[in-house]
C-alpha cells in the first residue's frame, strides 16, 4: 500500500456537510485541514497548501477546475489529487457518521494506479452513410465539408437525383460487416451506381452482388438490425433511428469529429503462452469467448487472439479467464486490490463498521450517487462507493479480497437494462457465493443492483441488513500476476474466515478443482500430460507416473477431452490446502525394460498387453518368436533387429482377388441342378 496522504485538506461546501477531522486523520494519518469556503474565499488555504511542494489531497471534485487553474500558475506546485467527499459521503442523511468513510474514499484516491497502453486508430473521415432513403442523403449533406461521404440506399425507392454529384449515391443491402474504427469492410449485395441519365426517379444500373466497401465510419440510419453485436460499444459505429430527428442530429454532430488520430486504452493485457483454449485441435476452456460482446475474441490455433482495436473494455474476459491469461489493465487486479485495501483500512481504523462495497462505473454509478445526494437521503454510511471502468471486470480475486480486508457485503451497481449480456459477473458471483457460506461468512454476502433510479438505489442500500466482516481482517498487499493475486486473495480469505474449512465444492465451470482418475483404465499413455497448459497434469522421466497438482489446475477439460481411454473426469472444488501440497500420484506402474538391452521404455502391463494381443492372431507374428520379441525392445534394439533379420513390414500374404458380380453369378450357376 502507497503511503498514506501526508496532506488532506477537506471542505463542508459552505456548512452543509459535517466535517469529522479526527476520523479522517484516524483513517489516513497526516495534515488534515478543514474549510467551509475552499473554492472561493478561502482560496488562498489552498495557495498555501501547494506552496512547499508536498502532494495534496482535496476533498472537492466540482471545483476542481477552479484548483487545477491554480496549480498550474505555480511553476513548483505538487501533485494534487481530487476526491468526493461530498456527494458520496456529507450530503446524506446519516452525516453525522460519515468521518471514517471520508478517510477511506481518501485512502482510495491516494493509491496511484499505474499507467495504461494505448492503442491508436487512425480516421480520414472516409463516411458510409447507410440509409433507405432521402433522410441518408440529407445526413450527407451536413457532413459533406467535413467527410470523404458515400451513401448507400438498401431498396430505394422514389430518391430525386441530385442536381450536382457532390458525393457518391448507390444502392445496395449490406450483407455482412467487419473491421474496425478506421477499417472497417463491408460485403454488400444488389450494388449498383446510379445512372446519370436519371430524370424524374433515381435509376441505377444492373446489380451485382458480393461488392466489398472499405471505410473509417459508418453511420447507420438504415432502421434495420445493427450491423455489430453489441453496436453501441463499436467505435466508428454510428446508428440513430431515422425517425428520430434529435438522435440523426446528434450521430451526425459526433460522426463530424472522428477525423484524426486516435487513442483508447488497451483494456486487456493478453499472455498466449498460458491460455488453455486448446491443445491439438481439441477445444478445453471457452468462457471468454462465449462471453465477449463484441466479437474481439477469435480462435488461434491453441490461444485465443484478442483484438484491440475492437475491444470495448468490459472486462468479462479477464474476470472469467481460469489462467490469467487474459487480465484487466484499467487497473490490473493487483492495482484494484491495493486500493481497495487503502480503502478498508482506512475505514476500519478512523472507527468504522459494517463496510458495505459499493462497486459502480463512472457514467452510470456516479451519476446515480449524485443524483442521490441531490434529491434524496444520500448513501447509508457504511456504503463505500468505489469507482471502475466497468463492473465487469471485477473478478473473483476482488471479492475475496474485500471481505478478507473486512467489508461485511459488496454489491455491483448495474443498470436496469445493461448494454450487453452480463452472464460474466453473474457467474463470478455465483462462485463466489459458495465460497463465503461455506466459510461462514453467510448467504447473500454479494449481489447485483440493477437500477436506473437512485432512489431505489437508496432503498436497496438501507434494506441490507447490518453484519460483521471478517474476525481477523487481512493486511496482504496483493503484487503480481492476476492467478497468482487470485490464490493470493483466497488464501487470506481462509485465514480471516469466521469459520474456516479445507474444502469447499463449487459448481461446474469453476476455475478451480481435482482431477479424478478409473486407475484400472488408465494405460499411463500420458496425453493429458501434453494436453495440460498450466502443468497441473505431469509425468516422471524415470518411471511410468502420472502426477497431479491441484493449486495449479484450471478446470479447463483438456486433459478429459484428450483422453484416448475416458478414465478422466473433473471435480471443481476449493481445497486450501492444495496451495502447500506436493504433487501427488494418481497412478505408477513398473516400467518394462528392453529384453535385449535392458532400457525401461514403457509401461509393464501395458507392453504384456499388447504382446498378448498380437502372438498368434496377427500374421507378422503368427511363425516367428522373434518378431513378437521386437514388440519388448526399445527403440533402438528394435530398429536393430528388424535390420539384421531382414523383417519386411511389407510381407503380408497376398490377399485374395476382389470378387465380382460374375463370380457371383457363377457360383449361383454351379450350385443350380
Known sequence: MAERPQKILICSCEDTMPLDADAVRRGCGGNVATADHLCRTQIDRFRAAISDGEPIIVGCTQEAPVFSEITAQNENAPPVTFVNVRESAGWSDEAARVGPKMAALIAAAAEPMPDVPLVSLTSEGVTLIYGRDERAIEAAKLLADHLDITVLITRPKDIAPPRATEFPVVKGTIRSAGGHFGAFELTVDDYAPPEPSSRGVLKFAAARDDAVSRCDLILDLSGAAPLFPAHDLRDGYLRADPDDPAALLAAVLKARDLVGGFDKPRYITFTPEICAHSRSKIVGCRRCLDLC??????????????????????????????????????????????????????????????????????????ALIDALARHGNGLPANVLPLATNEVMQVGLEAIAAAFAYGAAGVRFLTRAKPRHDIAGLTKTIALSEPILAGLGFGQGRVAMIETDDPFALGDALRAIEPSGGAARPASFSAIGAKRDVLRLALRELHHAAPAPVDIIALPAGAPFGTVELNVEGCTLCLSCVAACPTGALSDDQERPVLRFAEDACVQCGLCKATCPEKVISLKPQLDFRAANASARVLKEEEPFCCITCGKPFGVKSSIERVAAKLEGKHWMFQNSAKRLDVIKMCADCRVITMTNENFDPFGAPARPNPRTTEDYLREREAKEP
Open 293 to 366: 460482446p463484441t466479437g474481439a475474441i477469435a480462435p488461434a490455433g491453441d490461444h485465443v487472439a484478442i483484438d484491440a482495436n475492437i475491444c470495448a473494455g468490459c472486462g468479462q474476459c479477464a474476470a472469467v479467464c481460469p489462467t490469467g491469461a487474459a487480465s484487466y489493465a484499467l487497473p490490473p487486479a493487483d492495482a484494484l486490490l491495493r486500493r481497495l485495501r487503502a480503502m478498508l483500512t482506512a475505514y476500519r481504523d478512523a472507527g468504522g463498521t459494517s463496510a458495505i462495497l459499493l462497486l459502480h462505473d463512472e457514467p452510470h454509478g456516479a
